[in-house]
């Protein structure tokens, strides 16, 4: 049988993968509770309201809604909810390079938060009426006689079945049964002159299909809870998760009818969440390195140097590189992005130089692996913060 | 430029960081064959082809252009039908020595007016759906190579067209930006330490490993000196430095911005077109000085073209097929194509007669040794290259 972790190290582990690693504010409190205390809390907070915008939004200002985001990352409370948020940005990935509208990409994120541990076929209808959705794929150009397929064919192949789970003809009329779904202005708007109303069969299944039909359709279709089973397994819990671990999860998915907060429970409960194999598996995203090295050092506000150093990592917050989302895993480790790593842990030991001992308590659960240790050895101050930082386990999560 | 050995003595002095494990820049692929690095330089704003490649004895150009029209007596001739903008001497003489190709009419159906939504179309090659990867991150993915450094972009952000699952893609504004700070030292070291773990760990550090390696070679750089000027000069100083190395890249990409020339477009057009020719030449020149004119080959291409009728400001709007440019030494030179008619317009616009994919497929066969179907689908690639 694996070995399994316990104690500090086990609760460390969760909140690092269901949120952002603990700050020293809250670690007490966390460790307490114990790990399925503190499973029950993080859940719980999903329910909290949603943090106030701020008053005034300029919509043309791109870079101030990546700011408010990380900002909440750092110090907000429901560190699961921006966790969420940031897998379910990825996955309907959008960006506003082509959106060019900081509001509505706003709006998106803050239904993803929202409603991000809600039923997924639920999650799938919001974001098929989402407005940056909307425009970006085309679905104002998608009307009766004149069919886009962009929507139709994303959600299949990206959202929610994968490559090989449906057919062209699926495709084209899904395309069909989305026609009028479109926008003004900053509305989602249906024009019922622009739907086509007659019989399609999407996956076997005739009808006059609307929009929410396919929803319905395609999320309740095995491939799907398969589909999203593995997405939320590379995401929260190993780079390659074992067939067997999807198919457990993908019951539990179908069971609850695609119930999210269900399906975390779930993963995060699993006896292998806790094996050694899981530990420190996955690679931090560039957000999940400048997050975590500010929470584990207490900051509580995200610096200016941070939008620059996410650019260099290649991750912006609303621009991920297209439909596709961002990579994952070793893919992050690129020549800039490893320089940008080394910087990164020496800014924020700049602003903390105090830090080390914080972040070997809260990043390493107090129990440093040897690697770490040793390297830390005679070294003080800023150096020994700047140390733990750029190690190579600070970049693992 | 850097021979071997200044290379290796200047490399020495980078001391301990060269205790990272062995990289072989080029040398070891042995499972490709050898290839000519790809240049792709994209003229940003939509260059306006008619007067760039101009069709100096269809009368029905200056019809479409009694304004902005360029005079006969300076349109530098080129064959009995077209000729070159006036500032492009240096393309003039790259013709007249076989370096340059000139494909007409390229474009596609349906074309898109959209600099966002066409430059998508042209880097994805996949005018049909939503892009989620390039032309050339297809193209890398389709050459499996162990190089740790395979394609750079001379821009700020990785461009679309090397969007890819392989890794070794880098984009870079200058040199020094990859400077490792001295503690990248200590870092180096801790990963060789992880590397000592094995499994996943192992894994992990060896791609971190590779990376710094790979940002050292590149801070290593210097921007090349010639007859060079202006942004494209500047970009093109670090291409040379790129192609002089070891490093053997498969592709490089940059741009030029300017070229959306709605009003008033003669001093403009007439600045960006000298800037390419003059620029191109130089480049070209010192390649081949350098004997490396066999080893590169550069597609000069823009996300459309412009109107064929100019507008009331002096100018043109958005358009779409126009004439690309194919440099080298291993080029077949020449006209490729059919010259878009002037007479049967598309609301104004020239209608394309050379899809561009069929350009790609000539340079992914001829400079890469790819089949191009899967990459790109069926379009029958033009044998641009020897």
């Known amino acids: 049988m694996e070995q399994r972790i316990t104690g500090r190290a086990a609760v460390g582990h969760l909140l690092r993968r269901a949120g952002f690693g603990v700050s020293p504010s809250d670690a007490e409190a966390y460790r307490k509770l ?123 192949e990206l959202f929610t079945l994968g490559i090989g789970n449906y057919t062209e003809n699926d495709v084209r009329e899904a395309a069909r049964a989305f026609t ?8 989602f708007v249906f024009t019922k002159a622009f739907h086509d109303a007659g019989e399609k069969t999407v996956h076997g299944q005739k009808g006059p299909h609307t929009g929410d039909d396919i929803v319905r359709i395609v999320t309740s279709l095995p491939a799907c809870h398969a589909f999203l089973a593995r997405k939320l397994l590379r995401f929260f819990s190993h780079p390659r998760p074992r067939a067997n671990e999807v198919a457990e999860l993908a019951a539990v998915l179908k069971r609850t009818k695609g119930d999210i907060r269900s399906a975390l429970f779930f993963l995060f409960r699993s006896p292998r969440f806790l094996g050694a194999a899981h530990q420190r598996a996955l690679v931090k995203s560039p957000v999940e390195v400048i997050v975590s090295a500010l929470r584990a050092t207490g ?99 | 430029m850097l021979n071997r050995r200044e290379f290796l003595t200047r490399g020495l002095s980078y001391g301990s960081l060269l205790m990272l494990p062995r990289v072989s820049w080029a040398a070891g692929d042995k499972k490709q064959p050898g290839h000519r690095t790809l240049v792709l330089l994209h003229l940003r704003g939509g260059n306006d082809g008619l007067n760039t490649v101009i069709p100096y004895n269809d009368p029905l150009y200056r019809v479409l252009r009694p304004g902005i029209g360029i005079g ?38 349906l074309p898109n007016y959209s600099h966002f939504r066409a430059t998508e179309i042209y880097y994805s090659g996949e005018p049909e759906k939503t892009p989620s990867s390039g032309w050339m991150g ?35 504004t200058n040199f020094k930006q990859f400077q490792l700070p001295k503690e990248a030292r200590e870092s180096i070291a801790m990963y060789k330490e992880f590397l000592a773990l094995g499994g996943e760990r192992a894994a992990v550090a060896k791609r971190a490993l590779e990376a710094f390696k790979v940002a050292e070679k590149i801070a290593s750089l210097r921007p090349v000196r010639g007859s060079f000027y202006g942004s494209l000069g500047q970009d093109l100083s670090k291409v ?32 960006l077109l000298a800037q390419l020719s003059n620029n191109l030449r130089a480049y070209q020149d010192l390649l081949e000085r350098q004997g490396l004119g066999d080893r590169v080959c550069t597609f000069v ?51 394309y007669t050379t899809d561009f994919r069929r350009i790609y497929g000539g340079l992914l066969k001829g400079c890469l040794g790819l089949d191009p179907k899967p990459i790109l689908g069926d379009h029958a690639p033009l044998e641009l290259l020897a």
């Open chain 2, 72 to 109: 006969e007596n300076q349109i530098r001739k080129i064959d009995k039908n077209v000729g070159l903008h006036p500032a492009m001497g240096g393309f003039e003489s790259l013709w007249k020595r076989e370096r340059l190709a000139i494909v007409q009419g390229v474009g596609y159906p």
């Open chain 2, 301 to 351: 291409f823009s996300e459309f073209g412009r109107r064929a009728t100019e507008n009331l400001s002096g100018g043109t709007d958005h358009g779409s097929a126009y004439p690309a440019f194919v440099l080298g030494k291993g080029v077949k030179p020449g006209l490729y194509g059919e010259a878009p008619s002037l007479e049967n317009l598309d609301n104004n616009n020239l209608r």
């Open chain 1, 34 to 156: 114990g790990f399925a205390g503190a499973l029950d809390r993080l859940l719980d907070e999903f329910d909290l309201e949603q943090p106030k915008d701020a008053p005034t939004f300029d919509a043309y200002e791109p870079g101030l809604i990546q700011q408010l985001w990380l900002d909440r990352m750092v110090r907000g409370r429901s560190a699961l909810s921006e966790k969420l948020a940031l897998f379910w940005h990825g996955h309907f990935a959008t960006s506003n390079r082509k959106i060019r509208e900081p509001l509505l990409m706003w709006r998106q994120y803050k239904m993803l938060r929202q409603h991000g541990a809600d039923r997924f076929p639920e999650l799938v209808a919001r974001m098929s009426r989402d407005v940056a959705m909307v425009r970006w794929l085309d679905g104002n150009a998608n009307r009766k006689g004149q069919p886009n397929e962009n929507y139709a064919r994303e959600l299949q």
């Open chain 1, 180 to 187: 009028g779904w479109g926008s003004r202005r900053h509305a």
């Open chain 1, 299 to 397: 900051g509580i506000k995200t610096p200016l140097w941070a939008h620059g150093s996410l650019e260099r990592m290649g991750q912006i917050l609303f621009q991920p590189p297209s439909v596709k989302g961002w990579p994952a895993g070793t893919a992050w480790l690129t020549s800039a992005g490893m320089v940008e790593r080394v910087r990164v842990a020496q800014r924020v030991a700049r602003s903390f130089p105090d830090a080390a001992e914080q972040i070997i308590d809260v990043a390493f659960d107090n129990e440093p692996p040897t690697t770490l240790a040793k390297t830390l050895a005679g070294l003080e101050g800023p150096e020994r913060t700047a140390r733990a930082l750029a190690s190579p386990e600070f970049q693992l999560c």
């Open chain 2, 240 to 271: 040379l430095a790129l192609l002089q190395t070891d490093l053997d890249l498969e592709v490089i990409c940059l741009s030029l911005n300017g070229f959306d020339t709605h009003a008033n477009q003669g001093p403009q057009h007439n600045g």
């Open chain 2, 138 to 172: 297809r193209a890398l993915e389709a050459r499996p190579s162990e190089r740790p450094l395979r394609a750079v972009a001379i821009e700020k952000e990785k461009p679309l067209s090397l969007a890819s699952s392989a890794p070794g893609i880098v984009s870079l």
